[in-house]
Antibody, heavy 122, light 108 residues
């Protein structure tokens, strides 16, 4: 069965960086784009961007450009999201999610990771 | 950007009753590209409906979606305890994709 398993919670100081991992199993990792989203406490869902696991190509929401880096390691079917220059507004649960479309992203997500809580606090 | 507005913000119902949730778009969108997600407390969102009316794999048939143009509806018949959650509508596609603000479905 398809699974996305994320790394554990992180506590970071303002100005630091955080890297969250997302390990995929149960399908061909290269065939489906991975999206990253986040959800601040008590708030709705916010897109961050996506990565094409086959090529490493990325597309980031403008708000995060310059601070976000998405990478992947195909040998272990794992995607990574790194967010730098953290501030308190970045406190949120970060999710990875698989795009449902084979080969190109349509932003319809059919499987999600369990979420990773990132707390930014001095 | 097309804004999705969900109503009501909170809906209180009892197990066994039905519930109707609304999602209104600021411009017409293709029903092909409208989805609904369920998010239970402490859990990740779960895809329920795509293409406005198609149930995702494993979704019970008490969940149904309908609508077109700017008005879309998620209907839940015979509420079960596990259905009390937050529901989000979402438009999707290659270049347009965003969520509504959510409707919280509470136990009355």
């Amino acid at each position: 069965q398809v699974q996305l398993v994320q790394s554990g919670a992180e506590v970071k100081k303002p100005g630091a960086s955080v890297r969250v991992s997302c390990k995929a199993s149960g399908y061909s990792f290269n065939d489906y784009y991975i999206h990253w989203l986040r959800q601040a406490p008590g708030q709705g869902l916010e897109w961050i961007g996506w990565i094409d696991p086959k090529t490493g190509g990325t597309d980031y929401v403008q708000k995060f450009q310059g601070r976000i880096t998405m990478t992947r390691e195909t040998s272990i079917s794992t995607a990574y999201m790194e967010l730098s220059r953290l501030n308190s507004d970045d406190t949120a649960v970060y999710y990875c999610a698989r795009d449902s479309s084979w080969g190109s992203p349509i932003h319809l997500t059919d499987y999600w990771g369990q979420g990773t809580l990132v707390i930014v606090s001095s | 950007e097309i804004v999705l507005t969900q109503s009501p913000g909170t809906l209180s119902s009892s197990p066994g009753e039905g519930a109707t949730l609304s999602c209104r778009a600021s411009q017409s969108i293709s029903s092909t590209y409208l989805a609904w997600y369920q998010q239970r407390p402490g859990q990740a969102p779960r895809l329920l409906i795509y293409g406005a009316s198609r149930r995702a794999t494993g979704v019970p048939d008490r969940f149904s979606g309908s609508g077109s143009g700017t008005d879309f509806t998620l209907t839940i018949s015979r509420l079960e305890p596990e259905d009390f959650a937050v529901y989000y509508c979402q438009q999707y596609g290659s270049s347009r994709y965003n969520f509504g603000q959510g409707t919280r479905l509470d136990i009355k």
